[in-house]
């Protein structure tokens, strides 16, 4: 019989495991080792040359995280994963796995208040300059791409005013001067968006977020779509001899693994000399959430709709984005990208500007006001005066970021629940 391919619903539960042969325990075991034995001395030495695959040392590798690897790999349509020990770390080495000192990336500017940060005052300090360009502005993106380009970054939904990105767009950009497209989709889990479709090269999650759902752990990976050309010669970490590795050229001596040469010097550089290894712990924890993830996506995007519906038509809410919302600037995209849901998020602002905003958040029931998004509970914040106050008054302007705006998660409570939490909040203002 030919092999049926699955629907999301099923990979969700099912990708990347086979049965533990020794005890065919029916979950995926947390395998707490830090070190695997050899067969024999030419055993150690073959896996140690890349001549054979195989355990090592758990910073390299551990069979919890491979199922977790693999699942996403496969709920993403890519053709390699690599976990690491958060989002964060999940952006920094992708970002470093390809470009070098005197390198440029070109990146959308609405991003997240972290990754802008390290993009804006961390990589400048390893003369890796980050030009930032305004959403979904191909032409400008054209412009800021030169020489020294070594790959384009976007968020699917970008902070913090929930503006969907045209991915095909800057794939097309990314195409045309051959440069790797690196896709965060933390806010747009699998099950809503695959980026690799629509021409990423890379996918970064947080599974700190809505992958892990339950708020209980930090952790990020990296999706490689394994198409990517990396023989282009002004890739020099893919092209000239790596010292660490005996002279091999990741771009060229690979074989069979060529086309993943991003998640094998991902993993043999990255996480075997630079240490951001994901634990196996952190990495079963994931895959409780994983299996849920179609389910829990469909309510949060149900939940977060009905939010903002409930909020369009409050007296005292001045503005409300979600790119669910017909008529928000975000609307037609999401209708092409999200089919199956706009996610959990909700950003509003209300009449009374920022002191309004944070009375609101300061009387509001049942949310909890904290710096997270993707719980399974709803969280709410104040952006303009935590997770995006690093950020210059300039630099929050031209994100979107205005002093009244409250950012909302919205979670898996009952909706009237929610709802009615937001009213007596906006009651107290
Ligand atoms: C949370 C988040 C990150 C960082 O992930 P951590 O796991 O917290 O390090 C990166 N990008 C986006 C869009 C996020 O929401």
Same mark, same amino acid.
């Given at each position: @019989?030919? =092999?049926?391919?699955?629907?999301?619903?099923?990979?969700?539960?099912?990708?990347?495991?086979?049965?533990?042969?020794?005890?065919?325990?029916?979950? /995926?075991?947390?395998?707490?080792?830090?070190?695997? =034995?050899?067969?024999?001395?030419?055993?150690?030495?073959?896996?140690?040359?890349?001549?054979?695959?195989?355990?090592?040392?758990?910073?390299? @590798?551990?069979?919890?995280?491979?199922?977790?690897?693999?699942?996403?790999?496969?709920?993403?349509?890519?053709?390699? $994963?690599?976990?690491? $020990?958060?989002?964060?770390? $999940?952006?920094?080495?992708?970002?470093?796995?390809?470009?070098?000192?005197?390198?440029?990336?070109?990146?959308?500017?609405?991003?997240?208040?972290?990754?802008?940060?390290?993009?804006?005052?961390?990589?400048?300090?390893?003369?890796?300059?980050?030009?930032?360009?305004?959403?979904?502005?191909?032409?400008?993106?054209?412009?800021?791409?030169?020489?020294?380009?070594?790959?384009?970054?976007?968020?699917?939904?970008?902070?913090?005013?929930?503006?969907?990105?045209?991915?095909?767009?800057?794939?097309?950009?990314?195409?045309?001067?051959?440069?790797?497209?690196?896709?965060?989709?933390?806010?747009?889990?699998?099950?809503?968006?695959?980026?690799?479709?629509?021409?990423? &090269?890379?996918?970064?999650?947080?599974?700190?977020?809505?992958?892990?759902?339950?708020?209980?752990?930090?952790?990020?990976?990296?999706? #490689?779509?394994?198409?990517?050309?990396?023989? *282009?010669?002004?890739?020099?970490?893919?092209?000239?001899?790596?010292?660490?590795?005996?002279?091999?050229?990741?771009?060229?001596?690979?074989? *069979?693994?060529?086309?993943? $040469?991003?998640?094998?010097?991902?993993?043999? /550089?990255?996480?075997?000399?630079?240490?951001?290894?994901?634990?196996?712990?952190?990495?079963?924890?994931?895959?409780?959430?994983?299996?849920?993830?179609?389910?829990?996506?469909?309510?949060?995007?149900?939940?977060?709709? !009905?939010?903002?519906?409930?909020?369009?038509?409050?007296?005292?809410?001045?503005?409300?984005?979600?790119?669910?919302?017909?008529?928000?600037?975000?609307?037609?995209?999401?209708?092409?990208?999200?089919?199956?849901?706009?996610?959990?998020?909700?950003?509003?602002?209300?009449?009374?500007?920022?002191?309004?905003?944070?009375?609101?958040?300061?009387?509001?029931?049942?949310?909890?006001?904290?710096?997270?998004?993707?719980?399974?509970?709803?969280?709410?914040?104040?952006?303009?005066?935590?997770?995006?106050?690093?950020?210059?008054?300039? !630099?929050?302007?031209?994100?979107?970021?205005?002093? #009244?705006?409250?950012?909302?998660?919205?979670?898996?409570?009952?909706? &009237? &629940?929610?709802?009615?939490?937001?009213? #007596? !909040?906006?009651?107290?203002?």
């Amino acid at each position: @019989m030919p =092999k049926r391919t699955y629907h999301i619903e099923t990979l969700a539960l099912h990708a990347g495991q086979e049965a533990d042969p020794t005890t065919m325990a029916r979950a /995926v075991p947390v395998y707490r080792t830090t070190a695997y =034995k050899f067969r024999n001395s030419k055993h150690g030495a073959d896996l140690f040359a890349l001549r054979e695959l195989g355990n090592i040392y758990a910073r390299l @590798m551990n069979p919890t995280n491979d199922v977790l690897e693999k699942r996403l790999a496969e709920l993403d349509g890519g053709a390699a $994963a690599l976990s690491l $020990a958060s989002g964060t770390a $999940a952006v920094y080495f992708s970002i470093t796995n390809i470009l070098r000192s005197g390198d440029e990336l070109v990146s959308a500017v609405n991003l997240y208040g972290g990754t802008y940060t390290m993009f804006d005052a961390i990589l400048p300090q390893q003369d890796i300059a980050v030009r930032f360009t305004p959403a979904n502005d191909f032409a400008a993106v054209e412009k800021a791409v030169n020489g020294k380009t070594r790959a384009i970054f976007i968020e699917t939904i970008g902070n913090p005013v929930l503006d969907v990105a045209d991915i095909a767009g800057y794939a097309a950009v990314a195409r045309k001067f051959h440069l790797p497209l690196i896709v965060d989709a933390t806010f747009t889990p699998p099950t809503l968006l695959r980026p690799i479709e629509y021409g990423a &090269d890379i996918v970064i999650h947080s599974l700190s977020k809505w992958i892990g759902g339950h708020g209980v752990g930090i952790g990020g990976i990296v999706i #490689d779509a394994g198409r990517f050309d990396w023989t *282009d010669p002004k890739f020099a970490i893919y092209n000239e001899p790596d010292r660490g590795y005996h002279g091999l050229r990741f771009a060229h001596d690979l074989g *069979d693994l060529n086309p993943v $040469a991003f998640a094998l010097r991902l993993r043999t /550089v990255g996480l075997r000399n630079q240490g951001p290894t994901l634990a196996p712990d952190a990495a079963w924890q994931f895959l409780q959430g994983v299996e849920t993830l179609p389910l829990r996506m469909a309510r949060h995007s149900e939940n977060a709709s !009905a939010v903002a519906e409930y909020l369009k038509k409050h007296p005292k809410v001045a503005w409300v984005r979600y790119p669910g919302l017909e008529g928000d600037p975000s609307y037609h995209l999401a209708q092409k990208y999200l089919p199956e849901g706009k996610g959990g998020m909700v950003v509003f602002g209300v009449r009374g500007g920022e002191e309004a905003a944070i009375k609101l958040v300061d009387n509001i029931e049942l949310f909890s006001l904290l710096a997270n998004v993707g719980d399974a509970k709803s969280l709410i914040i104040h952006s303009g005066s935590t997770t995006h106050s690093q950020l210059s008054q300039e !630099a929050q302007a031209a994100g979107g970021l205005h002093g #009244d705006l409250i950012r909302l998660s919205i979670g898996l409570e009952h909706i &009237d &629940d929610i709802v009615g939490a937001l009213a #007596d !909040a906006l009651e107290t203002i």
